[in-house]
Nanobody
Framework: VQLQASGGGLVQAGGSLRLSCAAS????????MGWFRQAPGKEREFVAT????????FYADSVKGRFTISRDNAKNTVYLQMNSLKPEDTAVYSC?????????????????????WGQGTLVTVSS
């Protein structure tokens, strides 16, 4: 699976952005997908994950209620709708795909659960 993230940019606090992650490869529709982010000088952190059918999602507490992850398997694309953005959301956002069968959603908050990674897209939120 090859992943290409896009949609980042500069936005004012309180604004919205939608990130997209286009995937190639036959295993996309059966892969668990996730978004992670890494702020300058900080470690990479989990943002959100969605199962293969889109029926199960899980979010980091810091984004719950503001971000929504979704996917369109017909388009081989996963999205991250980000609303009510805060300056602390500034980071490089990366999408990832997992072909592993974790037993719970918590398994997928770990970066090591993912087999494939796309390049990141920068999101900058100004105050």
């Amino acid at each position: 699976v090859q992943l290409q993230a896009s949609g980042g940019g500069l936005v004012q606090a309180g604004g919205s952005l939608r990130l997209s992650c286009a995937a190639s490869g036959r295993t996309f529709s059966s892969s668990r997908m996730g978004w992670f982010r890494q702020a300058p000088g900080k470690e990479r952190e989990f943002v959100a994950t969605i199962n293969w059918g889109g029926s199960s999602t899980f979010y980091a507490d810091s984004v719950k209620g503001r971000f929504t992850i979704s996917r369109d398997n017909a388009k081989n694309t996963v999205y991250l709708q980000m609303n009510s953005l805060k300056p602390e959301d500034t980071a490089v956002y990366s999408c990832a795909a997992s072909t592993r069968a974790g037993t719970t959603d918590y398994y997928y908050i770990m970066a090591r659960a993912y087999d494939y990674w796309g390049q990141g897209t920068l999101v900058t939120v100004s105050s």
